[in-house]
Structure formats: structure tokens, C-alpha cells
């Protein structure tokens, strides 16, 4: 049963500190997607990859959040300094966008739940 | 800019009744339509979606949806509810990347509530 896993599901940290989230998308998907849970928001989109390749991340903040697939196996979201109104549930995706026009099936993970003091 | 919208934040339904969780949205050209599920301290599971075709989609766990244009509508429902259907349910929406020239952001509702009583 091919699943999204997500490390760590839970992470207490102080403001200042680097936080580091770690995704696996399904062997064989070519995107990966982050999401951002909050009450107030909702889910947002914060960045996605096709190919490993960023298409878009025009909905993170650039001076703090960075993303990145280091391989086909991996991707990565961190944020440095992290800052309490980053606390959230961030969710990777991942799907296989065979028609090339990213109408996909996206298979989320659980969840990393970031609680920043 | 696409957009897409939930009316109501909680749908209360009796086991075994009929329910509908509603789903407006707004998109340059043609609409992809998704329905996802999320479990308490889980992440979303896909339910169904819709490309073209027939208006009527059917999906996961006996739930299907209902895609009207005139009305720009995508509603969730399913014939005969269960307790265990209870859950936050998100709609979904993305453009038609031929009009849109790019991109491939879901745009997701605020979630409803769903629960279903005995």
C-alpha cells in the first residue's frame, strides 16, 4: 500500500530556530506538492514540483521558507528562522501527472503539525 | 484567478438520510473539480473528480458529484449517509491550463463540516 510519509509528524521549537520537514512522495509520482493548514487560512499551497523542477512557489514567503527535491525520493521544506505564526500543519502531496497538464490525483501524507513558541 | 467556494462551514445529517455538501466555483475556462476527505490528524484523501464528460461523477465510498456549468456547481452527495462519513470535506478547483497558460495550483475551499448523527 504505497503511502506519502512525512517526518516528523510532530515538532515543538523555539522562534529562531531552523525547522526542517521531510517528505517521501509515492514511488514513481513526478509531483510533489506543500500545503499549509491553519484555522484561518485554510490550506494554501506553498510551493510544487514537477520532475523535481519548482513550478511554483509564489505562495511562500521567500526571506524564511525553501524548498527542495535533493532527489526523486526526497523533498524537503524548511524554514529558517521559523517565527510562531508559522505553526501549522504542513502537508506533503504527490502525484503523477501523466497528461502533463497537472490534473492529478494529489495523495497527501499525515502531516507534520509545527508548533512554534 | 481561480476560486472556489463552500457555503456552509457544518452540514448536520441523520444516519441513513440523503446529504449534499456545496461547492461553488469560479475558473478561466473549463473547470477541474475535485472532492477530498480529511479524518481527524489526517491528510486529505481524493474522493473524486471532474474533467470533462458526464455531469455526474461517481467516487469513493459511495459519494458521487454533480458538475452543472449553468450553475457553476459541483456539489458532494451520497444517497444514504454513515456515521462514518463524518469528516471536514474540501472542494477543489483548477483552470483550464490552455486559457491560464500555466500553473497547476488547486485552489481549495474552506472545508465543511460534515456530521452524521444517529
Known amino acids: 500500500d504505497a503511502r506519502v510519509t512525512q517526518t516528523p509528524r510532530d515538532k515543538v521549537t523555539e522562534m529562531g530556530q531552523e525547522v526542517t520537514m521531510r517528505c517521501q512522495p509515492i514511488?514513481?509520482?513526478?509531483?510533489v506538492f506543500w500545503y499549509r493548514q491553519t484555522m484561518m487560512q485554510g490550506l494554501e499551497l506553498l510551493a510544487y514540483?514537477?520532475?523535481?523542477?519548482?513550478?511554483?512557489d509564489s505562495g511562500m514567503p521567500k526571506d524564511r521558507f525553501s524548498a527542495e527535491m535533493p532527489d526523486a525520493t526526497l523533498a524537503t521544506l524548511k524554514i529558517q528562522p521559523s517565527e510562531p505564526r508559522d505553526s501549522a500543519v504542513y502537508f506533503c502531496?504527490?502525484?503523477?501527472?501523466?497528461?502533463?497538464?497537472?490534473?492529478?490525483?494529489?495523495?497527501f501524507g499525515p502531516g507534520t503539525r509545527l508548533t512554534v513558541l | 484567478a481561480q476560486s472556489v467556494a463552500q457555503p456552509e462551514d457544518q452540514v448536520n445529517v441523520a444516519e441513513g438520510n440523503p446529504l449534499t455538501v456545496k461547492c461553488t466555483y469560479s475558473?478561466?475556462?473549463?473547470?477541474?473539480l475535485f472532492w477530498y476527505v480529511q479524518y481527524p490528524n489526517r491528510g486529505l484523501q481524493f474522493l473524486l473528480k471532474y474533467i470533462t464528460g458526464d455531469n455526474l461523477v461517481k467516487g469513493s465510498y459511495g459519494f458521487e458529484a454533480e458538475f452543472n456549468k449553468s450553475q457553476t456547481s459541483f456539489h458532494l452527495k451520497k444517497p444514504s449517509a454513515l456515521v462514518s462519513d463524518s469528516a471536514l470535506y474540501f472542494c477543489?478547483?483548477?483552470?483550464?491550463?490552455?486559457?491560464?497558460?500555466?500553473?497547476?495550483?488547486?485552489?481549495f475551499g474552506t472545508g465543511t463540516q460534515l456530521k452524521v448523527e444517529l
Open positions: 502531496a504527490s502525484g503523477l501527472d501523466a497528461r502533463r497538464d497537472g490534473v492529478c490525483e494529489q495523495f
Open positions: 514540483f514537477r520532475n523535481r523542477a519548482p513550478l511554483d
Open positions: 475558473v478561466s475556462g473549463n473547470p477541474y
Open positions: 514511488l514513481g509520482h513526478n509531483t
Open positions: 477543489a478547483v483548477r483552470d483550464d491550463l490552455k486559457v491560464t497558460g500555466g500553473g497547476n495550483k488547486l485552489t
